[in-house]
């Protein structure tokens, strides 16, 4: 009886103790599991992780590897620019704790594996500068904590899935330079914190979707080098309060006037409709953008005169707004803006003779003179 009941307590007892120790054991090879296992499917050439990615060490020493404080979980896997060429392991997934995973710059090809979507922790993902393919996977969607996606500048393919609408804390959302075709989804609309949205060298069609001008947090949106067509909304510019980088070069197809509301958008300081459709004539609101220090508007049907309050830009640095119709005389007061450096309105209708009146004693001149005698 004694004998019985002492070996079923040593037996409860290992059974315990065995149970904890796989416990402690799974937390602290899962991690360590999951990198060895990502190691083995990529190539090194230059050894980063060959010899320092050792089971001698623990993984929160591992070279691109940082963990929680308290759990000593891994929280940040920081592979950038190691020149690193494979696919990503699935087991990836496992990092359960990994809030911030950056891939960018390096030689990642392939689908990302639905693993990923594990990772509910996330809020930085860069996977920028690699060869990915594949469509933009639907599950991004239930990553709701991410702030930063970056897919730029790889091969993906497929459209921009209405399911990014619900990653509710994107502040930034960059898919430049890959293969994406479609329209721009109207639920983009939806992000409420984003800042920076960037979707230039695609083949994206159609309209920009009015609902990204309601977006008042956006700071930054480029959409150039792309199929769009439409117009932009003349009231563009009134929910707009952060916006200081707008660019639009190249896509074909859009048209229409320049938005009226132009002079709202208080914070500009790029504004760029380099070669669209735009006709009708500068708006003279133009002159309220006071930060403004880029201002594009050439090859496209602008006609009519180029507004005085031009010379209210007093940090424009570059005004480009040659191939078009203008005409009049240049209004003198853009000689005024000490800051400028590049001055581009060759092939228009601008009468000659206000270039007698140029200063031409001023430095910044240089470039922008020598453009202005070869005007027609
Ligand atoms: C990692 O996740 C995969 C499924 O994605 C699972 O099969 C595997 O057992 C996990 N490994 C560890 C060590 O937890
Ligand atoms: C860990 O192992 C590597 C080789 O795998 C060796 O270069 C290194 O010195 C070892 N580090 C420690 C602390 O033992
Ligand atoms: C691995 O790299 C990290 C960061 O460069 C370094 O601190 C650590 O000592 C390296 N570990 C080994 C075993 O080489
Ligand atoms: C190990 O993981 C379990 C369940 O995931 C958790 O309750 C426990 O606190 C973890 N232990 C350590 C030391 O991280
Ligand atoms: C990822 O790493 C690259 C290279 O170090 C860096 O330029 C980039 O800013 C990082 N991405 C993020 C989101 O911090
Ligand atoms: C990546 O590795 C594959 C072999 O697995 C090789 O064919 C390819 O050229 C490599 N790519 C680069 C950019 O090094
Ligand atoms: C997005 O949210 C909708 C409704 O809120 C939900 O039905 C859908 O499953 C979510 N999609 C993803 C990919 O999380
Ligand atoms: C990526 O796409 C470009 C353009 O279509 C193509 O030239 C290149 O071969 C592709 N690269 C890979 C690795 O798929
Ligand atoms: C912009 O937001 C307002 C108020 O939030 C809403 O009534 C309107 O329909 C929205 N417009 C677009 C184009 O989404
Ligand atoms: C711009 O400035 C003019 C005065 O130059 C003012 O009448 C106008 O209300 C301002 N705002 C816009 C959007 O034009
Ligand atoms: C400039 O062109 C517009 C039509 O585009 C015309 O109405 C206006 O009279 C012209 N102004 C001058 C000074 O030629
Ligand atoms: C240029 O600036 C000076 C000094 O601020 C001012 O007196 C003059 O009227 C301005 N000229 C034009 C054409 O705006």
Redesign the pocket.
């Known amino acids: 009886m004694d004998i019985i009941c002492f070996r079923l307590l040593s037996v409860l007892l290992l059974q315990c103790l065995m149970v904890s120790l796989t416990v402690i054991g799974s937390n602290l090879t899962t991690d360590q599991f999951a990198l060895l296992s990502f190691k083995d499917h990529i190539l090194d050439p230059h050894s980063f992780l060959s010899s320092n990615w050792s089971t001698n060490t623990s993984v929160c020493q591992w070279i691109g590897v940082s963990c929680t404080v308290r759990h000593g979980r891994v929280s940040v896997l920081d592979l950038s620019d190691m020149g690193l060429n494979g696919t990503i392991d699935p087991n990836i997934g496992n990092l359960s704790f990994l809030v911030s995973l950056n891939l960018s710059g390096n030689n990642f090809h392939g689908n990302l594996p639905k693993e990923l979507v594990n990772l509910r922790r996330l809020k930085l993902i860069d996977l920028s500068y690699n060869t990915f393919n594949g469509e933009i996977p639907l599950w991004f969607g239930a990553l709701d904590k991410v702030e930063y996606l970056v897919l730029s500048n790889n091969n993906f393919t497929g459209t921009i899935p209405k399911t990014l609408a619900n990653m509710s804390n994107l502040e930034t959302l960059d898919l430049g330079s890959n293969l994406i075709h479609g329209n721009i989804p109207y639920e983009i609309g939806d992000l409420q914190k984003l800042k920076i949205f960037f979707v230039q060298f695609n083949q994206l069609f159609g309209p920009v979707p009015s609902s990204i001008f309601n977006l008042s947090s956006l700071q930054s949106i480029s959409l150039s080098y792309n199929t769009l067509s439409g117009s932009l909304p003349d009231d563009m510019c009134y929910h707009l309060p952060e916006l200081e980088e707008f660019i639009l070069t190249a896509t074909i197809g859009i048209s229409g006037f320049i938005p009226s509301s132009i002079g709202e958008c208080s914070e500009l300081q790029v504004f760029t409709l380099y070669k669209n459709r735009f006709s009708g004539i500068i708006p003279r609101s133009v002159g309220n953008l006071t930060r403004l220090k880029g201002l594009y508007l050439g090859e496209n049907n602008l006609e009519g005169e180029i507004p005085l309050e031009i010379?209210n830009l007093r940090v424009l640095e570059i005004f480009v707004a040659n191939n078009m119709r203008l005409n009049g005389s240049i209004?003198?007061?853009i000689?005024?803006i000490s800051s400028l450096k590049e001055l581009y309105l060759y092939n228009n209708s601008l009468s000659d003779s206000s270039i007698a009146l140029l200063p031409i004693q001023k430095a910044v001149f240089s470039i922008g003179y020598s453009i202005l005698l070869s005007c027609d």
């Open positions: 010379g209004p003198a007061s000689f005024n």
